[in-house]
């Protein structure tokens, strides 16, 4: 074999490596799509329901899907299908087959994180991580008391 055909080998299996592991990036990242925007949705749900509710953390699902349902959904919902013919209640669903969220979780306390996947493992954050968002919101809200 001569070098040139070694060099040649060697090119195109880098490339395909290359090629391969960036379809395999992009693969993975549609499929955690739908996961990303129900994370994102999540936080954006709770830090509205927190502001509304003087900083007290949801009891439950019902809870937040009530409110959700009396509020202009497509604000907090962008994941789900506009305009929704079931007033969002297949992608509540969804949301909540999606998210886990620690109804337990103190926002005085701030400590754990109160959004996870149902498998009890990290939700993909693509866009925005919904504990973040929590967080975030909960310092605001401090720094806010203490002026």
């Not at 070098?3 to 993975?28: D, E, H, M, N, Y």
């Not at 749900?45 to 409110?67: K, N, T």
Request: glycine share 8%.
């Amino acid at each position: 074999m001569t070098p040139g055909r070694k060099l040649a080998i060697v090119i195109c299996t880098a490339v395909l490596f290359l090629a391969g592991s960036w379809a395999w990036r992009v693969i993975q990242a549609w499929r955690d799509i739908p996961a990303a925007y129900a994370a994102w949705d999540a936080g954006t749900i709770l830090v509205a329901y927190l502001e509304e509710h003087d900083g007290r953390w949801p009891a439950g699902w019902g809870e937040l899907s009530a409110f959700v349902q009396e509020h202009d959904p497509p604000l907090f919902l962008r994941g789900g299908v506009y305009p929704p013919e079931d007033n969002h209640a297949d992608y509540l669903r969804t949301l909540r087959e999606t998210v886990a969220i620690d109804w337990n979780f103190d926002p005085a306390a701030d400590a754990g994180e109160p959004v996870i996947g149902v498998d009890g493992g990290p939700l993909p954050a693509l866009w925005e991580d919904p504990n973040q968002m929590v967080r975030e919101y909960l310092q605001s809200r401090r720094l806010d008391a203490e002026e």
